[in-house]
């Protein structure tokens, strides 16, 4: 053999990262079946016996029954493969082409030929679309997870039953299944353009994914809502992340398909990552969460929630809740003044606030808690919390309580404005380019952080109602416990 036909051999197995999202998944799952961290390094010795693999997983999964006890296997391959020789309802009817029944390994071998790479003569004369080498073949919604519905064919000319891929890629979209996390129903992946995480995420996914398929045991199946699987995933990652993050939600069975994308900034992504990670940023990352507690929403679910959907209602829910720390029956104050910084960071770091502006919303929110320490009463803080969403109210309120700043009298009275012109902007501008209610937010932390800070209780004798819900044990266990390597 030549050196030319070594190296076109070579690249027909070769794995390729492309532009394809769930394709990048596969090649991560295809590399952690072999043992391999990185796709691109992947030889053909561990390219094919991970093919090998998810070959034998779905051989012995074809002879199952989606409702068995260990049929999970079988049904979930209904939402990748429908209509595949592993779970095609016809699959045991009939008989050979010898005339006998089928049988069980008749089933397995069926199998077996559709997860093998085609034979030479076989292959079109056409580029595969996701990495431009020699196509094995055109593919669709049987082999490939298609995006979003039945009546998309994928791109190939007219004519043709599916997209053009080689070899390797077409593999990738086989292993697709181990990278995410299963429930027969919508599955759900990760994806990041940062490939040291997306390798950490699917090589763990794919070990979770292995042990179910080989074992047949469904208690090893994750029950973890779709934005705490980001969460989690973010947790365990110990750099630091210039990326952004993708959760993908699919289904390609033929009751309706869909492919939903929800988002995380690269900002954002950080920050979560590094607030729920490092001890000394978790008591205030606690007080957020518990203010994100509903009747029937655990608290990090509803933070996960919030910061795949409105990033801003993270300061919104997190300032109710730290508002509820700092006026309950028993005020923590360290706990208070984490998490108003906490709550700038993300200002600051997520939504993109300036140093300038936060120093003017700032300026006013240590003034109006001189006020309100002095008063030592609960009540204006109590009329500044109710107003907030009330801009008309919130202005009114204000304009009284620069009137009573001006009267003062004391020789360190920091400036005789309470509010500036520009925090009046910040606070009340409906520009489309003046997020005024995210100012007014932070205008609360500020209060907050600042009484927090002087070491303010009220001393006016009234108790408050409201108590900061509990986190459940789920979210105690997250919190707490670090992430064990390998899990």
């Known amino acids: 053999m030549t050196v030319e036909e070594e190296e076109e051999l070579a690249c027909q197995w070769r794995v390729v990262l492309t532009p394809h999202p769930l394709q990048r998944v596969g090649a991560y799952a295809l590399a952690a079946l072999a043992g391999e961290r990185d796709p691109q390094r992947l030889g053909p010795e561990g390219f094919e016996r991970a093919v090998s693999d998810l070959a034998r997983h779905s051989a012995q999964a074809a002879v199952r029954d989606s409702k068995a006890v260990d049929g999970f296997w079988q049904k979930v391959s209904l939402s990748y493969f429908p209509n595949a020789p592993m779970n095609h309802p016809g699959r045991r009817k009939g008989k050979t082409v010898d005339g006998r029944p089928k049988t069980d390994e008749d089933v397995r071998e069926a199998v077996r030929v559709w997860l093998r790479a085609p034979d030479e ?26 995006a979003e519905s039945e009546a998309y064919r994928n791109t190939t000319p007219r004519g043709h039953d599916g997209m053009a891929l080689c070899w390797p890629c077409l593999a990738c979209f086989y292993a697709l299944p181990y990278g995410c996390q299963l429930t027969g129903g919508s599955s759900v992946a990760l994806h990041s353009w940062n490939e040291p995480f997306l390798a950490q995420v699917v090589g763990r996914q794919t070990d979770r994914n292995r042990r179910l398929a080989e074992t047949g045991d469904e208690t090893r199946k994750q029950a973890d809502p779709r934005e705490l699987v980001a969460l989690r995933a973010l947790r365990a990652f110990s750099g630091r992340l210039p990326e952004g993050v993708e959760l993908l939600v699919f289904n390609n069975n033929n009751r309706g398909q869909l492919l939903d994308t929800y988002s995380l900034s690269q900002p954002l992504a950080e920050w979560l990552r590094r607030t729920c990670r490092l001890p000394d940023l978790r008591l205030g ?60 960071t993300f200002v600051t770091e997520v939504m993109q606030v300036n140093e300038k502006d936060l120093a003017e919303i700032r300026s006013t929110g240590h003034k109006i808690a001189s006020q309100v320490a002095e008063q030592g009463s609960r009540s204006p803080l109590g009329d500044l919390r109710r107003y907030l969403r009330d801009s008309r109210k919130l202005r009114s309120w204000l304009t009284k309580q620069a009137v009573a700043w001006a009267g003062r009298e004391q020789a360190d009275r920091p400036g005789p404005l309470l509010v500036s012109e520009r925090a009046y902007v910040l606070l009340f501008d409906p520009g489309a380019d003046n997020p005024a209610w995210l100012h007014r937010d932070l205008l609360l932390v500020t209060v907050l952080e600042e009484l927090a800070r002087l070491g303010w209780v009220a001393d006016d004798g009234k108790t408050s109602d409201e108590v900061l819900s509990e986190l459940d044990a789920s979210d105690r266990k997250f919190l707490n416990e670090d992430e064990e390597e390998g899990q």
């Open 121 to 146: 003569a076989d292959r079109p004369s056409a580029d595969c679309v996701l990495c431009g080498r020699a196509a094995a073949g055109f593919y669709g919604k049987r082999d490939v997870v298609l």
């Open 285 to 344: 990352f606690s007080v957020v969460a518990r203010a994100h507690v509903t009747s029937n929403v655990p608290g990090l679910v509803g933070l996960a929630r919030n910061a795949f959907r409105e990033p801003a209602r993270v300061v919104s829910t997190g300032v109710g809740g730290l508002a509820t720390l700092m006026t309950g029956p028993d005020p923590d104050l360290d706990a208070a003044a984490k998490t108003a910084e906490l709550l700038k």
